[in-house]
């Protein structure tokens, strides 16, 4: 009798994920993934202004921060035809840019290179071989041997204390970490560097939006007036600061993350040849230069690409009703339609029904509904979003930058152009695009700073802020690329209030369970692709693909179970 590896809830994420892999002896054969919170946003906004829905949606998550209130302002603007200022869309540039820089910078550091670095390991590296192996890959200069002396023992202060942390409750020793000692010294060394990094990274936000997280937004522009000599506007000093920021983040990127991930995959190449699963990726585009209008002003295009076939871009249109669907055959919902029935958000349902059995439980029955996700789908494919899907359709549409850093990789790594569809290409893509979003900032401020200097510092566009001006019902969508991946909110304005409001997130693409004819989602299919567990009572394999993705199941999902427990186990039935 086949057995089952659950693991409940995935740590090191946002949100509560559960993940069950079904074994044949010690590969994963068929794997479910569910979502164990409910996300009431969309009944919460019912009835409300639409241009103060930004504030409610942007709480959906506290670690995606500000990309729900972008994606929220957008969609109202596009259902009511309102322009922004030139200034108001680079400001909205640098702020989801400085997002994606320290998003990926976490993500790596502190949820995911854990499932790669050996941190009680580095308790046997000598500093000295250390700062030769960090010299030998980057110019940063914290490299010294003192500086990796000072970092050991204050990591040996941490375990002889008992006082790990977090550090705590991983699967040290577990011989699927291939490291040297002192590559893992190097590794938690610049996690807790990233710490103190991401302090004053993070100030982009506060600059421009007031505060961080959930910085403030306004539907028609930013609240963010621009007067170099008034001490309550963006003046001089304010704007030297972001000039700060930007270097900072460029900075660690080129010298620390970029070479960490470098290094770090020249030992688990074997990576580059399993958790792809699906071939089939989208993304919805971002960083407009002259307007969300102008998608070829988009530094991330649009596109779907099917079955790894990088030369055909299929297109996308977020309005037409026979294209992006959400299924709930598998899903805590009901439609009113049936179970088995599509529907475009714009006619969206969010009619809550669990019938799943009562926590604790052994497992799912995964034949019936098992989660709290829905299941989208683009012309009925499973597809996967995420950094992933943007560095091919940027490699795809020729972008040089990406070309350039496509190939470096792949002959840093020598590994051939498939080792792209994997967990190891997954996690590659992301830092790529990091680079390239930061060296793109600098453009995005220095195009600010022109337009301020020839006198235009306008912001916001006052003249379409009044109602009475509204039709009698609008519809609309606000997209974006979020760092996890495609985020598009749906709006339908009736006698100037929201009527229905549906949010199809990142993690609901790739989280999302099987749809009616048994498609796996993204995280499922990948868990299917090539997986054998070493250990089933310390699954660091599956963490290392689902970790690939950066789940944030509080935006597909929202609120906590039952309990307010969170309570890690693994299981083997």
Known sequence: ??????????????????????????????????????????????????????????????????????????????????????NAQLIRNLMIGAQYVHDHVMHFYHLHALDWVDVVSALDADPKATSELAQT?????????????????????????GQLGIFAKAYWGHPAYKLPAEANLMAVSHYLEALTWQRD?????????????????????????????????????????VQEIINKMKAFVDQVYVPDTLAIAGFYKDWGG?????????????????????????????????NRDLSTVHDIDMNAADQIQEYVAHSWYDYSGG??????????????NYTGPTPPYEQLDVEQSYSWLKSPRWKGHSMEVGPLARVLMLYANGHAQTKELVDMTLSTLDVPVDALFSTLGRTA???????????????????????????DTKTFNEKQWDPSSWPDEARGVGIMEAPRGGLSHFIVIKDGKIDNYQAVVPSTWNAGPRDASGVPGAYEAALEDNHTLYDAKQPVEILRTIHSFDPCIACAV?????????LVKVKIK
């Open 1 to 86: 009798m086949s057995k089952r590896v659950v693991v409940d809830p995935i740590t090191r994420i946002e949100g509560h994920l559960r993940i069950e892999a079904q074994m044949e002896g010690d590969k994963i054969a068929r794997a479910y993934s569910a979502g164990t919170m409910v996300r009431g946003i969309e009944t919460i906004l019912k009835g409300r202004d639409p241009r103060d829905a930004w504030a409610f949606a942007q709480r959906i998550c506290g670690v995606c921060t500000l990309v729900h209130g972008i994606a929220s302002v957008r969609s109202v603007e596009n259902a009511l035809n309102y322009s922004i200022p030139p």
């Open 137 to 161: 890959i980057s110019s940063y200069p914290k490299s010294s041997p003192g500086y990796f002396a000072d970092m050991k023992k204050k990591l040996r202060g941490f375990v002889e204390a």
């Open 201 to 241: 990274v993070a100030k982009l936000h506060a600059i421009f939006g007031g505060k961080n997280p959930h910085p403030n937004f306004v539907v028609g522009g930013v609240p963010s007036p621009i007067d170099l000599n008034s001490d309550s506007a963006i003046n001089a000093k304010r704007l030297a600061q």
């Open 274 to 306: 399993r958790g792809e699963g699906l071939g089939n990726f989208m993304t919805y585009g971002d960083f407009p230069e002259k307007g969300m209008d102008d998608p070829s002003s988009f530094l991330i295009p649009s596109g779907v690409i099917l």
């Open 339 to 352: 179970k088995d029935k599509g529907l475009h958000p714009y006619d969206g349902e969010t009619n809550l």
């Open 429 to 455: 893509a992301r830092t790529l695009e990091t680079k390239i979003i930061a060296d793109n900032m600098q453009g995005w401020y220095d195009n600010l700073i022109a337009n301020i200097k020839v006198g």
């Open 558 to 566: 929202h609120v906590t179970d039952p309990d307010g427990e969170e």
